[in-house]
């Protein structure tokens, strides 16, 4: 699965600067992802960078699948942009170690390492 800048990009391009990989760029008057440079921030956030920074709340940008769909992964995405918001508004400070916690918690019931106390 990689990522995709949908229609409702208003051009703010804070997201060629968020990504580790360089893979977004200025196309004109779009902002594209490359695909093959996207590696969905696996490497090193649980969240996909461009999506956390971008401003807009209209799906801007949008998981496309390019394997076989993953529950889990698709699951996790949208629930990790629900609280980025949620970090931006009342209790940011709660929200992040709540976020954390939960954060862990699914990396591990995805075999991705063991959860921290
Ligand atoms: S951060 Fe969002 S609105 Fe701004 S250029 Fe990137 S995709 Fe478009
Ligand atoms: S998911 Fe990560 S690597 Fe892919 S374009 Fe967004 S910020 Fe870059």
Known sequence: MTYTITSNCIGCQRCLSACPTAAIAVDGAQVR????????????FSVPQCWAICPTSNGCIEAIATTTPDYWETWFATYAHIVQRLRKTAKPQYWN?????????????????????
């Open 97 to 117: 170690a709540w976020f954390d916690r939960y954060a862990a918690t699914l990396n591990q019931l995805q075999g991705n390492g063991p959860v921290t106390p």
């Open 33 to 44: 992802i490359n695909e093959s440079r996207c590696n969905q921030c696996a490497d090193s």
